[in-house]
T-cell receptor, first 108, second 115 residues
Framework: EDQVTQSPEALRLQEGESSSLNCSYT??????LFWYRQDPGKGPEFLFT???AGEEKEKERLKATLTKKESFLHITAPKPEDSATYLC?????????FGAGTTVTVRA | NAGVTQTPKFQVLKTGQSMTLQCAQD?????MSWYRQDPGMGLRLIHY???????DQGEVPNGYNVSRSTTEDFPLRLLSAAPSQTSVYFC??????????????FGPGTRLTVL
């Protein structure tokens, strides 16, 4: 049974068109939820960690939020350089379980 | 400060061959881990280590061995390569000995093909 499910699988946006990515999880003892960005041919790069429901964090055009069942990554007025695959991971028993990712393409 | 380095970047093996994927970090991190990434499946944990001399299995450990003789190095050994091990392998490290509680720094990956 999948612990972490990300949707949609792919998202195509026009530059400036805001949108949200979803990460839903089923772990019972969540110790933290992580967002990473991965560019083609490279390793994931850390973006945010959220530890409790209601927590929010922002970085440039990205904002991550957390509820008891899911997390959202909001992309506001995206630019082409925001094109990447965004990975969500949940921490349980000191180990991370990753979702399959959402590939975002932003067209100029 | 090189961060997390992995060698080789690419490797092609024949079924049954063995090899070692190298991983090193220069950040004095306690926690190190190996993941494999397959299309549509996300990253899956193979083995991890919370410090020198301590290793444990992750989600998909079969066919892989690890050891951690120093803080800096965490090699992954494929004992007898199989086509199912064709994947991209990532090594990661974190400064906390409490496992992956803190952000992990990932290496650039090794793309392995087993024929």
């Amino acid at each position: 049974e999948d612990q972490v499910t990300q949707s949609p699988e792919a998202l195509r946006l026009q530059e400036g068109e805001s949108s949200s990515l979803n990460c839903s999880y089923t772990v019972s003892g969540l110790r933290g939820l992580f967002w990473y960005r991965q560019d083609p041919g490279k390793g994931p790069e850390f973006l945010f960690t959220l530890y409790s429901a209601g927590e929010e964090k922002e970085k440039e055009r990205l904002k991550a939020t957390l509820t008891k069942k899911e997390s959202f990554l909001h992309i506001t007025a995206p630019k082409p350089e925001d094109s990447a695959t965004y990975l969500c991971a949940v921490l349980e028993d000191y180990k991370l379980s990753f979702g399959a990712g959402t590939t975002v393409t932003v067209r100029a | 400060n090189a961060g997390v380095t992995q060698t080789p970047k690419f490797q092609v093996l024949k079924t049954g061959q063995s090899m070692t994927l190298q991983c090193a970090q220069d950040m004095n991190h306690e926690y190190m881990s190996w993941y494999r990434q397959d299309p549509g499946m996300g990253l899956r944990l193979i083995h991890y280590s919370v410090g020198a001399g301590i290793t444990d299995q992750g989600e998909v450990p079969n066919g892989y061995n690890v050891s951690r003789s120093t803080t800096e190095d965490f090699p992954l050994r494929l004992l007898s390569a199989a086509p199912s091990q064709t994947s991209v392998y990532f090594c990661a490290s974190s400064y906390s000995s409490r496992g992956a509680y803190n952000e992990q720094f990932f290496g650039p990956g090794t793309r392995l093909t087993v024929l």
